[in-house]
């Protein structure tokens, strides 16, 4: 009987991939994956750790199944990801429970490791970071009509706040051939959306081109005749491009949907942060980008508290939180993280103030949200369906203004029957909380 390997899988959509790729790895290597961590012989907790929240996510399921093992319900406990990758030896010291800790250049040895650890060793496995497989066959955990489509790895844009350049790396872009292939391989399996991810996807391509090669790959990638939606995430405001724009608005199959992280909107603030920009500059981007794609869905993220945040900055911040409307944003108190410039700097902000901060803009953009959606009422959305709800009787999916595990979600019936992964029309009739009623036109 081949040994059951189970694996929880934390964090951003990139380390998603890394997991599918490592899932892929253990199957041709002879291991039984399993989708229930009880029984298994081993199971990998594949970590993030880019904020103090998921470090403490991560932290807390390693000691859940670290009760599971002593309790006999699991075998071994192997550790990889950011995680891994970041603390090292201090793991295994502080948590003895764990069998392997495995950091991301030592992906590709993962049945190795994880024969090595069934026959009883303990092993810590820290290869180079380039060695972090970028291709391969992939295990996916997403439902089958979509998948994460990873570009690039690392970053190279060093924002002060940020551990990823120290964990993962420098940005090195995939070349386009290979991406290509894997998005014709992933269409021709069933997928129908893909998701782009990077760090930095405005970056893609200028290691290896010279310049942003993003425009064109999406050209290409648009041109994969089963893939209906493309959808692009992580764009920093100062590489959008008319290229881009022009790219996007141009193309059925490209969604009209920019996620683009820009933290802050106060010039201090953000040249403290190693970013460029100021309040009239990405309200200029912002403006460009909806005359030309008037229906786009804009999303960002914003940092509250970052060291040196005036109650001056904090005002630029929500004022331009209220002129940007943008349709999705999440907002986050800073989070000092050791190792980083920011955690050195002066003027820290104290911890209630940060996440009272926070609160205010959130509750600022729920109230643009609210606006917003009532605006969808009596629109026609194109929706993949997502599944059936038998209590109330409906569908569910995303409208193209969703991304997966991020946005809303729409309730909608039908006088017909739909399966999983069917594209339909939907209308808007009623809003509720973050999600849309409608049905199928």
Not at 299 to 328: H, S
Request: overall charge negative; hydrophobic content about 40%.
């Amino acid at each position: 009987m081949p040994e059951k390997i189970g694996m929880i899988s934390l964090g951003c959509p990139k380390n998603q991939v890394d997991a599918e790729i490592l899932l892929a790895k253990l199957a041709e290597g002879g291991f039984e994956i399993t989708n229930d961590v009880d029984g298994a012989d081993a199971v990998i907790v594949n970590t993030c750790a880019f904020i103090e929240d998921a470090k403490k996510e991560a932290i807390e399921n390693i000691l859940d199944m670290a009760e599971l093992k002593k309790e006999g319900v699991i075998g071994k406990i192997i550790v990889t990801g950011c995680l891994a990758e970041r603390y090292k030896e201090e793991i295994l010291s502080e948590i003895p429970e764990i069998d392997a800790v495995v950091g991301i250049g030592s992906n590709a040895d993962i049945c190795d490791v994880c024969r090595r650890v069934l026959s009883g060793e303990t092993v810590e496995t820290f290869g180079e970071k380039t060695c972090l497989p970028l291709s391969g066959e992939r295990l996916l955990t997403t439902p089958p009509w979509f998948a994460y489509l990873k570009i690039a790895e690392g970053c190279s844009n060093h924002c002060t706040y940020c551990a990823i350049p120290s964990i993962r790396g420098e940005f090195r872009s995939r070349p386009a051939e290979e991406i290509l292939e894997e998005a014709k391989t992933l269409a021709e399996n069933g997928v129908k959306e893909l998701v782009v991810v990077a760090q930095d996807t405005t970056r893609y391509g200028e290691d290896l081109y010279g310049k942003s090669a993003l425009p064109a790959l999406l050209k290409a990638l648009s041109q994969i005749e089963k893939l209906q939606w493309i959808r692009v995430l992580y764009c920093y405001p100062e590489r959008i491009s008319d290229e881009l724009i022009d790219v996007m608005a141009s193309s059925d199959k490209i969604l009209n949907y920019l996620d683009i992280p820009i933290q802050h909107a106060d010039a201090a603030v953000l040249k403290a942060m190693n970013r460029k920009g100021d309040k009239e500059c990405l309200l200029a981007l912002l403006k460009k980008i909806r005359e030309k794609m008037p229906d786009v869905v804009l999303r960002t993220t914003l940092i509250t508290g970052f060291p040196g945040e005036t109650e001056e900055a904090f005002e630029t911040l929500c004022e331009f939180v209220k002129e940007a409307r943008f349709d999705r944003l999440g907002c986050f108190a800073y989070s000092t993280e050791e190792g980083t410039p920011a955690a050195l700097l002066p003027d820290q902000i104290d911890e209630d103030v940060r996440k009272e901060r926070g609160e205010v803009v959130m509750e600022q953009q729920y109230r643009i949200f609210e606006e917003k959606s009532e605006e969808l009422v009596g629109k026609i959305l194109p929706t993949v369906v997502e599944g059936y709800d038998a209590y109330t009787d409906s569908y569910y999916g995303r409208t193209w203004r969703d991304a997966p595990e991020i946005d809303g979600q729409v309730h909608f019936t039908c006088g017909y029957e739909l399966q999983d992964g069917d594209f339909v029309e939907v209308e808007i009739f009623e809003v509720q909380d973050y999600d849309l009623i409608g049905e199928v036109v």
